[in-house]
């Protein structure tokens, strides 16, 4: 790529990318797929202003955002989903209460093949159309993909309109037209099975998880909400708010 150019900064510190524009030097390092920007002009040379003022001499790009990158990595934890299973030693298990929420069969809205993103609270979720891939409404808005076996696994379709009263609608679209689908037009509504259940806990750290149906952006985890794993599938971790949690669970016994 013209005007860019990598370099090593420490084995364990990741990559640093140098990209020059407008004049302005943009330097931005990549730690664990994670990136974080920094401007020369600016956060940089603030930092080599102070450091003369306290007699701090040579200091390098390697030292500054390093440390700056140490720091922002020691403020949350981050899980790869599908990496290695999760250790359950330290959760409870919690029952899933019977809830109507919706689904979408993505072969309702696309043609099978079709690259498509589905438009959730935390963003754009790439998907490939298939007769194995639905898509699923919670109950406050939180949409995310799943296996068409997983859901057989979990839920059962039942009759009636699915509602969903969110500031947002949410939508498909196809890549290639760039044609945008409603969900809710082709939503259906199901209702989880009597023996259904997860491992939780508190989260007591700030967490990154990278969850099995998106392995580019991230789901937040901040003090208070749980992280959860199914039991059949110990791979599979996600994040639960808080707020919703208590609606949604209870206590196995």
């Not at 599908?82 to 043609?111: N, Q, T």
């Not at 099995?212 to 959860?228: C, H, I, Q, S, T």
């Amino acid at each position: 790529m013209p005007g860019v150019r990598a370099k090593s900064i420490l084995a364990d510190r990741g990559e640093l990318l140098c990209q020059h524009h407008r004049n302005v030097q943009k330097l931005t390092l990549i730690r664990n797929g994670i990136r974080m920007q920094f401007c020369v002009a600016g956060q940089f040379r603030s930092f080599q202003m102070a450091c003369h003022r306290h007699n701090i001499h040579r200091v390098s790009v390697e030292t500054c955002l390093g440390g700056r990158m140490d720091t922002y990595f020691a403020g949350f934890d981050i899980i790869y989903a599908g990496e290695k299973p999760a250790d359950i030693s330290g959760m409870v298990k919690y029952k899933k209460k019977r809830i109507p929420a919706g689904f979408v069969r993505s072969e309702d809205i696309l043609p099978s093949g079709t690259d498509a993103l589905i438009r959730t609270l935390n963003g754009d979720i790439p998907v490939t159309v298939s007769g194995d891939t639905y898509i699923m409404l919670g109950v406050s808005g939180d949409i995310y993909p799943i296996s068409r076996e997983k859901f057989e696994n979990t839920y059962e379709v039942i009759s009636g309109t699915f509602e969903l009263s969110t500031s947002y609608a949410p939508t498909a679209k196809d890549e290639r037209t760039g044609q945008i689908h409603s969900l809710l037009e082709h939503a259906q509504t199901c209702i989880c099975k009597s023996d259904t259940f997860i491992h939780a806990k508190p989260i007591e750290k700030a967490v990154k998880v990278f969850p099995l149906w998106d392995d580019e952006r991230y789901l937040l985890g901040k003090k208070g909400d749980f992280l959860a794993v199914r039991p059949d599938d110990l791979s599979d971790i996600y994040v639960i708010e808080k707020n919703i949690f208590g609606r949604l669970y209870e206590a196995a016994f």
